[in-house]
């Protein structure tokens, strides 16, 4: 085994650099724990050394660490993603070109928008080979649909943000409208103010309609629109090469679109700031924007109800409104936006237990044989999920223990200490309670994983376990804060890396910023991403908070203040329907237990029982799931739907028993 100098590591493996002398069975120190240099052989059974040495679809394979879990991740891993829901547009890139979606309704049983009706842009004699991944930030990305070095488009969406922007290069673009049921559809045309147009036109803009929807199609002054059996071709005056792409509201919008449809965003930025005597967490949105033509620079941004319900923020909201799947999209134009979200604190546990004197009262005796009966069986799980949970159990134990001033305190200290120091060391050999790099992604990976956690799955909700007991054993263990704190920083930035400079992970892995809320899926998929467990997201961000502060780190103790304020702010939207507007009147359930992209699914990912589509969102029990019930007759009553949806499911499993002698 070769234990190599932390300070050579950790600029050289973390940051995906290489070295010849560095192998699977190379540790690399943090502080007194360490992690493996790269996956053993055969680690995950094999699947992490496969998930590490993936071919990637990028335009620049550059040091930068890979974005995962978020709402494009399919780009970097597919040769052409499909749904990628920027919001209001959904937008699948294939070899036929760019397929936009404008859902106008919901489907039938309201989980999820129609998609039908796409307007396809595409180019002349233009076949991609793939789509790839160029550049990305906070809520943006652009990516390259590309035939050759010399005929590709970049493509620029943004979450919110309702214009598509497309650069050419060696392609003349080529519009085609869709069939409908076969039909081609039959299109109007009208200019920027509002009259009716026939093709051909020149000019700098045009408007489609058909299918109950309508288009503004933004491009270089003098640029020709013609018509040619279902297809539109783009003609382009000079030497600029560019269309923008707009889902419009209403035809009258044109002409306000028109106004900010030539400032392309080139990077976009969150930044925020705990204001403790204010109990809010303050953020701020920057976009930063090239105006392609003209010197306007500011972007029409979209927002969701977890922006401007329950807060305080500066959106200045015009008219115009979008549907999508998380509810009513706002408009507001700006470079610059601040939302300030309510945080009142959060609990790792409650007071020690007293005698009421009431029915059913507290017995010292039980809690005593409760907490000796864990404290004697320190086990924890191989996978990081399992692993994780019985460490948290185990930490908690000894939280009560030490309230309780338990004997058995000593136990569960030394058996957590014990237990948390093998999960954050790497030895040769060793088949799980360890972290891997994987180099090529810029990444920490838990082994033994679980549930497609080595492909980055459920990050979140496995290392969130690790954060949250790190920090109750930091509580009453200092030395081993000292001693294990780097290597616990570095689980908890793997999935919540809120350090812009430490580009030893990307930013905010399974966090999407825009929508308030994680994703769990690692790669995203052609359905888009999801996330299941709403409140196992929240407690990563309650264990980045205590651990932050256990380890006296003010910027790990923001970040998830501000995390555990926007994401319980999300969920009581998007899975409980609280503002009561964002699920559809079609949707007859009040929850959901899986948020998708473009839907969501009353069900989960092991079970339809209603106990558990509720459940899931309601555990593992802790105080910092106290977001529940700031409204206590809505979580009354969320509790009240629960039992009637689990005895109506009861009663009709009933009914399809056979009966005796049927």
């Known amino acids: ?62 040091e930068r660490p890979i974005p995962t879990n978020k709402w494009w991740t399919q780009l970097v891993v597919s040769r052409f993603a499909k749904e990628l829901w920027a919001y209001p547009l959904r937008v699948d890139p294939s070899e036929k070109g760019l397929a936009l979606y404008y859902p106008q309704e919901w489907k039938r049983e309201g989980n999820g928008p129609v998609c039908d009706l796409p307007l396809t842009v595409t180019g002349k004699d233009f076949m991609p080979a793939d789509s790839r991944a160029k550049d990305w930030s906070d809520w943006l990305v652009s990516f ?51 009259r009716p147009a ?23 002054d003098g640029t020709r629109f013609a018509t040619d059996n279902g297809t539109i071709s783009v003609t382009f005056a000079g030497k600029d090469s560019y269309l923008v792409v707009c889902p419009l509201p209403t035809p009258q919008a044109l002409e306000y679109f028109h106004t900010y449809a030539y400032a392309i965003p080139r990077d976009t930025r969150v930044s ?5 005597a204010k109990a809010r967490v303050v953020t701020t949105w920057k976009i930063t924007a090239q105006p392609l033509k003209g010197a306007n620079t500011q972007v029409v941004q979209g927002w969701l109800p977890h922006h401007y319900r329950g807060t305080t923020q500066t959106l200045a909201f015009n008219a115009l409104e979008y549907l999508t799947p998380r509810g009513k999209l706002r408009c507001a134009a700006g470079n610059e936006f601040t939302i ?32 000796a009966d864990i404290a004697a069986k320190p086990k924890f799980g191989a996978d990081t999920y399992w692993g994780g949970k019985d460490i948290l159990r185990f930490g908690q134990g000894a939280l009560m223990a030490q309230q309780t001033k338990d004997a058995s305190f000593a136990a569960f200290r030394d058996g957590l200490r014990t237990g948390m120091a093998d999960w954050f060391t790497y030895a040769p050999g060793e088949k799980d309670h360890f972290f891997t790099s994987y180099p090529k992604w810029k990444a920490l990976i838990g082994i033994n994983t679980s549930y497609g956690s080595e492909g980055f799955n459920d990050q979140h909700f496995h290392y969130g376990y690790f954060t949250f007991a790190t920090a109750l054993l930091a509580m009453h263990d200092r030395a081993f804060a000292a001693d294990y704190g780097p290597m616990a920083t570095l689980v908890a930035k793997q999935y919540a890396n809120w350090d812009r400079a430490d580009t030893r992970f990307p930013f905010m892995r399974t966090f999407d910023l825009w929508a308030g809320h994680s994703w769990a899926g690692g790669t995203s998929s052609g359905g ?3 996330q299941e467990s709403s409140s196992e997201a929240v407690q990563s961000w309650a264990g980045l908070i205590y651990l932050g502060q256990a380890l006296d780190d003010k910027a790990m103790t923001a970040a998830g203040i501000m995390g555990y304020a926007m994401e319980t702010r999300a969920t009581m939207e998007y899975w409980f329907n609280e503002g009561g507007d964002v699920f559809p009147p079609q949707w007859k359930h009040p929850v959901t237990g899986m948020v998708w992209s473009g839907g969501n699914v009353y069900g989960t990912y092991f079970t339809g029982d209603p106990a558990w589509i509720y459940g899931i969102q309601w555990l593992p029990a802790s105080p910092m799931l106290s977001y529940l019930v700031r409204d206590p007759a809505f979580a009354r009553k969320s509790y009240e739907n629960m039992v009637k949806d689990y005895d109506a499911n009861e009663q009709r499993d009933a009914a399809k028993t056979p009966k005796p002698g049927k």
């Open 144 to 194: 390259r649909l590309g035939e050759t070095t010399d005929r590709f488009v970049d493509v620029t969406i943004g979450e919110g943000m309702p214009y598509v922007w497309l650069e050419y290069r060696g392609v003349q673009p080529v519009l085609r409208l869709p069939d409908d049921k076969g039909v081609p559809v039959t299109a109007t045309f009208f200019d920027r103010a509002g």
């Open 340 to 371: 300030a979200y309510p945080f009142t604190g959060v609990l790792p546990n409650l007071p020690a237990p007293k005698k009421t004197g009431g029915p059913h009262d507290y017995d010292p005796a039980r809690m005593q044989g409760y907490l």
């Open 198 to 220: 026939t093709l051909p036109v020149s000019g700098d803009c045009m408007g489609i309609t058909y299918g109950n929807r309508s288009y503004g199609i933004f491009a270089p």
């Open 272 to 276: 925020w700031n705990y204001e403790a």
């Open 1 to 62: 085994m070769k234990i190599l100098p932390q300070a050579l590591l950790l600029s050289v493996v973390l940051s995906g650099a290489s070295l010849p002398s560095l192998h699977a069975q190379d540790a690399v120190p943090v502080g007194k724990g360490s992690y493996a240099a790269f996956p053993p052989p055969g680690t995950a059974k094999g699947k992490a050394e496969e998930m590490n040495n993936r071919p990637l679809f990028l335009v620049n394979a550059d």
């Open 528 to 530: 888009g991403n999801n």
